[in-house]
């Protein structure tokens, strides 16, 4: 059965937006986070996103080759929500119209058996949560306090209510833990 896995970074304040801009934590994920991460994205068979996290990773990802994260991502089916974007020049990339049944088509997707990964956790999410599409929600918990940032910038939003049950907890050298949840009791 095919699953959709949210992968996203989070502070301990509930900020997820622009980790890239965080201050840098030593040893960055390690080599422990590193390989979690490249085997999420090749057990994943396309990366479905949101507007906000294409246009953060189009313009860092094609810039980089010759690793097993770069090069999968580079290659992979893309597919990312969006009202505005027409002609994405991220290689493989398909807009989804965000005026569109959303839900639906990536209901379809999953359907079609295509195992799906997301980064960020924004309105997308939420609609792909409201809708019983995702089935797997990894939280990776900054020792950070970011102290900044807007509603729209926090994990914290009103929503529905949603059980998760705890499925591993890893802990990395740096500090950072990784909680993956099933979603769903």
């Not at 937006?17 to 934590?25: I, K, S, V, Y």
């Not at 010759?66 to 991220?90: A, H, Q």
């Not at 997707?109 to 609609?127: C, D, I, R, T």
Request: proline letters at 6%; zero cysteines; hydrophobic letters at 35%.
């Amino acid at each position: 059965m095919s699953k959709i896995v949210n992968s996203t970074y989070i502070s301990l304040d509930g900020v997820v937006e622009n980790p890239h801009l965080w201050p840098a934590l030593p040893a960055g994920r390690g080599d422990t986070g590193d390989q979690i991460q490249v085997d999420l994205l090749q057990t994943s068979d396309a990366v479905v996103m949101g507007r906000r996290t294409y246009d953060a990773f189009a313009p860092v990802w094609p810039t980089r080759s010759g690793d097993p994260y770069s090069d999968r991502i580079n290659t992979m089916p893309k597919y990312v929500v969006s009202s505005t974007l027409t002609d994405p020049e991220w290689a493989n990339t398909t807009v989804i119209d965000g005026n569109g049944d959303v839900t639906g088509e990536i209901r379809r997707l999953k359907e079609s058996g295509q195992n799906l990964v997301q980064y960020g956790f924004g309105q997308l999410s939420f609609a792909m949560l409201e809708a019983g599409l995702l089935d797997e929600i990894r939280l990776w918990v900054h020792p950070q306090i970011v102290g900044s940032g807007g509603l729209g910038d926090l994990l914290f939003r009103e929503t529905t209510p949603t059980n998760l049950r705890l499925l591993d907890s890893t802990p990395l050298g740096n500090g950072i833990v990784i909680l993956s949840y099933a979603v769903g009791s």
